[in-house]
């Protein structure tokens, strides 16, 4: 390569961000620009004044600040892509801050009601009566609340006694016995004249919300039973 093209093709490296040594050391390795420019992004300078501080960089790091030199641009360090351990560390500070700020809005929940007046005997009377028709209207629409509903009843029944203990539970099995006569009569078409099979009568038996009703208060009486295993056996 003639002198004042090599000076040329030096200055044009250098106009891109290299360094004019590291522009010379592309191009006594290498036989044009093209060359030169893929040599200098593969092969980043040696390390000098910032030794300590490139020594922290991945290739692929360097790679990316010697890209970006050659834009005209440079990259900070503490925009480099994390490091495993790095990345680690992060997600766990953000965790413990996020733990963090659920204890305080718990927190602030809670001095709310701790300054609440509690409920007059008539009011939470009227409450605990009323009580079992909207947890049964839940049941049907979220089953698997059966067991929260389990605990609020037994809540209750302490509070209110013996008496209120028979009516919940003369409530929940009357509820057993309404949706049990349902799917009952549902399959009394079930006959030897019947064109459908066993198997399609229970598909279609099984579809009924009162199929899903039954399972629910039955294993609501049950919990009941196993909680009140004295007073049921009485």
């Known amino acids: ?3 004042n093209v090599r000076g ?11 360094s004019r040594e590291h522009a010379m050391e592309a191009l006594l390795n290498t036989n044009t620009m093209e060359q030169a420019t893929e040599y200098l992004l593969t092969h980043p300078p040696p390390l000098m004044g910032g030794a300590a ?23 900070p360090m503490d925009q480099r892509a994390e490091s495993p351990e790095e990345a680690a560390c992060r997600k766990e500070e953000e965790e413990r801050r996020a733990r963090e700020r659920q204890e305080e809005e718990e927190a602030k929940c809670l001095e709310k009601f701790e300054g609440a007046e509690p409920l007059e005997p008539a ?25 929260r509903v389990c605990d609020l009843l037994m809540t209750a029944v302490r509070r209110n006694g013996p008496a209120y203990r028979d009516s919940v539970l003369k409530q929940v099995v009357q509820q057993v016995w309404e949706a049990a006569d349902v799917l009952i009569k549902a399959a009394v078409p079930l006959t030897t004249s019947d064109t459908k099979t066993v198997s399609e009568w229970i598909s279609q038996m099984a579809t009924l919300p009162q199929a899903s009703n039954l399972a629910t208060r039955i294993l609501l009486l049950t919990l009941l039973f196993e909680e009140l295993k004295l007073p049921c056996a009485q």
């Open 1 to 3: 390569m003639a002198g």
């Open 8 to 18: 040329k093709v030096v200055g044009n490296l250098m106009d891109m961000g290299f």
């Open 53 to 75: 501080r490139d020594l922290s960089m991945s290739e692929e790091d360097q790679m990316m600040r010697a890209i970006a030199m050659s834009l005209g641009q440079d990259i």
């Open 123 to 147: 009011e939470l009377g009227a409450f605990t009566d009323s009580m079992l028709p909207g947890c049964s209207r839940l049941l049907d629409e979220l089953p698997d609340t059966v067991y």
